[in-house]
Every structure is written in C-alpha cells, then in structure tokens.
C-alpha cells in the first residue's frame, strides 16, 4: 500500500509562487514501487485536470500546454518525493492539488490522464488578484 502526503499551498498573491511537496511511502516494501506520478488540480465545480507527470525511473517530465511555461516538477529520488514548482500563480490555478502514483502506460510513458492507483489528500492553493 502506498500512501502519498502533500503539502505546501497555501494563499498567495497573483504573480507570486509556490512550490507543492508530495512524498510517497510505501507499507509493504522498502521500495517505492510506481513508476510515474503526477500532479493533478481541481477547482470547485469543475472536473479534476491533470497537469503534469513524472517519469520516476529516468526523470522525463510531461505538461499540459496550459501551464508548461509555469509549472515546473522535479524528484528527489531519496526522499521519495517530487516537487511542483509554481510561477506567476493566476487566480485561475485556485484549486486543490493532488499527487497521484502509477504504473508506466504500455509504451512507457507517464501519461495523462494515465492510470493512477494512490493518490494524495490535496493541498489547497488560492491565489488572490
């Protein structure tokens, strides 16, 4: 079993940044075990969207279009924990933020909306103009 904690948001103004920790562990091995993790966001009355994706074995990154020139993750493999990094935060990026982990698709990517089997309680980010 594996259990994803994230932390992090808080309230911001608009321009400012954020960086969203998510640290996975896993109860039954001393190895991590997934493959790909990724970020996800939901704002209220919407549907969640995934934002990016990780490949935890090489480190390959993918973004959606609507926010590659901002968002920004990373991984410290030692730690067992990625990073979302956020610049220029819009009010529009209000929502709670999820990290999820999963297996690699067939063709060895992390994608989106991929399958995700363990995902985190949100952080929430509010960014105010």
């Known amino acids: 079993q594996v259990q994803l904690v994230e932390s992090g948001g808080g309230s911001v103004q608009a321009g400012g940044s954020l960086r969203l920790s998510c640290t996975g562990t896993?109860?039954?091995?001393?190895?991590?075990?997934?493959?790909?993790m990724g970020w996800f966001r939901q704002s209220p009355g919407k549907q969640r969207e995934g934002v990016g994706t990780i490949n935890l074995g090489g480190g390959t990154t993918y973004y959606v279009d609507s926010v590659k020139d901002r968002f920004t993750i990373s991984q410290d493999s030692a730690k067992n924990t990625i990073y979302l990094q956020i610049e220029r935060l819009q009010a529009e990026d209000t929502a709670m933020y999820y990290c999820?982990?999963?297996?690699?698709?067939?063709?060895?990517?992390?994608?989106?909306?991929?399958?995700?089997?363990?995902w985190g309680q949100g952080t929430q980010v509010t960014v105010s103009s």
């Open positions: 896993s109860a039954t091995s001393r190895t991590f075990g997934p493959n790909c």
């Open positions: 999820a982990a999963g297996p690699r698709s067939s063709d060895g990517r992390c994608r989106l909306p991929g399958t995700y089997y363990f």
